[in-house]
């Protein structure tokens, strides 16, 4: 059967995204771009301030965006802002499972607390965010793309801090895997992005620290940290139906860290 050239549109008309960790640093990208090719955008996080100053921003720009305050932490908060989105924007047919938190510590210096607290947001957030979209969509019989944002730390380590923050974005990644395994049959596809060490307010001291930022860049075979504007249309690309026979990979966005 003919089918259209280049089959590569990335128009999000008619489509609702959930963007979590959406306050700052890559979700705050993914949220104007995604907004930009037309979908309407339900953003997520805890700072409801930095959310509403989003919101304007989009609805400025044309778009149409929807302020959630939510605690990756609670997963009645994780269900509710589905059902949020969802009551006012419609079915929930595209999400960015972004927020995350690093732990910038040796393992065995770990407190229980903060153990707890990593795995809660890295791993059981966008796992539980992900089950209650593929719930809702396949109720409805409709498709849908989720893409969860891992780190190319779930691939390599060099250690000095972070074991745990390595061990959850593999969760992540893997995660895309199977669950886009399961869910292929109805339509959904769920694969990951994996970014490499970008300019944002969570690696604002390894920037600071002039050894360790000059070891990060000599590793970097682009030669420089990734800014916000470098990642988005990953997330346009994994979300549109450009991908629609992309299903369970994990996309390195790092200026090539991974392949040296």
């Not at 769920?190 to 000059?214: H, K, M, S, W």
Request: net charge neutral.
């Amino acid at each position: 059967m003919p089918f259209p050239l280049p089959n590569a549109s990335t128009d999000l008309s008619g489509q609702v995204a959930l963007v979590t960790g959406a306050s700052s640093g890559l979700g705050y990208r993914f949220a104007k771009v995604l907004a930009s090719q037309g979908a309407k955008v339900a953003i997520a996080a805890r700072r409801i301030d930095k959310l509403e100053a989003l919101a304007a921003e989009i609805r400025a720009a044309g778009g149409v965006a929807l302020p959630i305050e939510m605690d990756a932490t609670d997963a009645d908060q994780l269900v509710a802002a589905v059902a949020k989105a969802e009551a006012e924007l419609g079915l929930v047919t595209i999400l960015i499972n972004n927020a995350g938190i690093p732990d910038a510590q040796r393992a065995h210096k770990m407190s229980l607390e903060l153990i707890d607290r990593v795995l809660d947001i890295n791993v059981r957030a966008p796992f539980v965010l992900a089950c209650e979209v593929a719930r809702r969509l396949i109720a409805a019989e409709k498709p849908g793309r989720i893409v969860n944002i891992a780190s190319v730390a779930a691939f390599s380590y060099a250690g000095g801090g972070a074991a745990l923050y390595s061990v959850s974005k593999a969760a992540v990644a893997r995660s895309a895997e199977v669950l886009g395994v399961e869910w292929s049959r109805f339509g959904i596809n769920v694969n990951a992005i994996a970014p490499g060490y970008f300019d944002t307010n969570n690696t604002e001291a390894l920037r600071a620290d002039q050894d360790r930022n000059a070891a990060i860049l000599a590793r970097i075979p682009a030669g420089r940290w990734g800014r916000p504007e470098d990642i988005g249309g990953a997330a346009v690309f994994l979300a549109s139906s450009a991908a629609d026979y992309v299903q369970g990979i994990t996309l390195p966005v790092d200026g090539g860290w991974l392949a040296r």
